[in-house]
C-alpha cells in the first residue's frame, strides 16, 4: 500500500497564500506523477495541478499564475503553493500519487489522501 499523508490546510482571507505539502510512503518503487486535486460543495472532484516525471506541470486555467506546483523526489512528497487565494478557491484539496508498487502481485498504483480543507473568505 502507498499512504499519502496531506498537510498545510486552513482558513485564509482572500489575497492571503497557503503551503499544502503532501507525503507518500509506503511500498514505492516510484512514482511517475503526482498531483493535487480539489472538490468544493456540491461540485465534481477537479484536477488544480499536475506534475508527472519529465514533464512541464499543468495547471487549471482558474489557478494559472497563482499556484505552483513543486516536488520533493527525495522525499517523495510534493507542495502546492497557492497565493492570491480567492473565495473560489474554497474546498477540499486531494493529493494523488501513481506510480509502481516496490513489491506485491499488483505493480501499479493510484492512491489519494484524505483530503484538507481550504477555506478561503472574502
Known amino acids: 500500500q502507498v499512504q499519502l499523508v496531506e498537510s498545510g490546510g486552513g482558513l485564509v482571507q482572500a489575497g492571503g497564500s497557503l503551503r499544502l505539502s503532501c507525503a507518500a510512503s509506503?511500498?514505492?518503487?516510484?512514482?511517475?506523477?503526482m498531483g493535487w486535486y480539489r472538490q468544493a460543495p456540491g461540485k465534481q472532484r477537479e484536477l488544480v495541478a499536475g506534475?508527472?516525471?519529465?514533464?512541464?506541470?499543468n495547471y487549471a486555467d482558474s489557478v494559472k499564475g497563482r499556484f505552483l506546483i513543486s516536488r520533493d523526489n527525495a522525499k517523495n512528497t510534493v507542495y502546492l503553493q497557492m497565493n492570491s487565494l480567492k473565495p473560489e478557491d474554497t474546498a477540499v484539496y486531494y493529493c494523488?500519487?501513481?506510480?509502481?508498487?516496490?513489491?506485491?502481485?499488483?505493480?501499479?498504483?493510484?492512491?489519494w489522501g484524505q483530503g484538507t480543507q481550504v477555506t478561503v473568505s472574502s
Open positions: 506534475l508527472t516525471s519529465g514533464d512541464d506541470p
Open positions: 509506503g511500498s514505492i518503487l516510484y512514482i511517475n506523477a
Open positions: 494523488n500519487a501513481q506510480g509502481r508498487y516496490r513489491i506485491g502481485p499488483i505493480p501499479d498504483f493510484n492512491s
